[in-house]
Each structure stands twice: as structure tokens, then as C-alpha cells.
């Protein structure tokens, strides 16, 4: 088995996949009244898939390792005038996690960001007990913008992105 993942675009056959294995991140939540388990609904995953279908301004992707979904990663809310937009990670369980599958999706992510869509910059957020997903985003070159009371804010630029490739 390899450690390298690539990502894949959404289809529903392998979201419905990827979520018959999803356990829900106690970590994603500051607030743990709206922590609720995950069980898997194919109707909600259907319903899911086509809203994801529907907005135009956001690409999905399933994060794949051995032919297998592990995770979701997206780029949404993409503003073509700003040429910015905002990553979205998520893997499906504690089984993938801690093994680098995270930081080589963000890697590939933002290289179709800035490779393929042309943006200048891309955004992102993690809860702050979230300390896994900071040290992510940051490893890939992430800078924290600002935090508030439930989340610290990133932003990579593409010049940024661009010197890390010379280090």
C-alpha cells in the first residue's frame, strides 16, 4: 500500500463511499451542544451530492488513497473578479488521520488553486481547539490572518505559494 493519495472529482457513487465511513470530528466543534453522531443516510448523501452539484461557485473533490474515498476537499466560494477563494478539508476518520493524507491534499489542492483556476489567493479557517488542522494549514504555508472566539483565519497568497516551491 502507498501513502501518496490524488484527488478525484465528486461523483455520488464514491461520496456514498466515502461517507458509509464517516465519523463525525468532535474537533470541528466549539460549541459541543451542536455535536451530533454521524450515521450514514443514503437520501442525505444524495441530497447532499446534488446541492454540492448545484452552486457554481466551488469544485469538490474526494481525497483518494488505494482507489478508496478518504476524505472530501473543496475550493469553494470562488470569486473569479478577486481570483480568491476559500479551502474546505475534511477526512473521514480517525483511521486516516495523522498520516500526512491532510497536508498532500492541501498541497494538490492549492497547486490546481493557483495552477489551473488562476486565483491569487485562497482562504481558510479552522475551529481553535482544532489544533490538528491549524498545524496543517500551516505546514502547507498557510499565515493566520486573525482569530476570533471560535476560529483562527489563514490566507496563502500565490507569490507566497510560489516561494515555497524554491525552499
Known amino acids: 500500500m502507498s501513502n501518496k493519495i490524488s484527488l478525484q472529482a465528486m461523483n455520488r457513487a464514491l461520496l456514498h ?29 444524495d441530497a447532499y451530492f446534488e446541492k454540492l452539484q448545484s452552486q457554481k461557485d466551488r469544485v469538490d473533490f474526494l481525497i483518494m488513497k488505494d482507489e478508496k474515498p478518504i476524505g472530501e476537499i473543496a475550493l469553494k466560494h470562488i470569486d473569479e473578479t478577486a481570483r480568491e477563494c476559500e479551502l474546505s478539508i475534511h477526512l473521514q476518520n480517525d483511521a486516516v488521520k495523522n498520516q500526512g493524507y491532510g497536508t498532500q491534499a492541501e498541497r494538490l489542492i492549492l497547486e490546481y488553486a493557483f495552477q489551473t483556476l488562476g486565483m491569487t489567493a485562497v482562504i481558510a479557517d479552522s475551529v481553535l481547539k482544532n489544533k490538528r488542522s491549524q498545524h496543517t494549514l500551516e505546514k502547507v504555508g498557510f499565515q493566520v ?13 500565490h507569490s507566497d505559494w510560489l516561494k515555497l516551491g524554491d525552499e
Open 17 to 45: 463511499e466515502y461517507y458509509r465511513g464517516f465519523v463525525m470530528d468532535a474537533d470541528i466543534f466549539m460549541d459541543m451542544s451542536q455535536f451530533r453522531e454521524f450515521h450514514y443516510d443514503p437520501e442525505r448523501v
Open 145 to 157: 490572518i486573525g482569530r476570533d472566539d471560535t476560529f483562527v483565519y489563514y490566507r496563502i497568497s
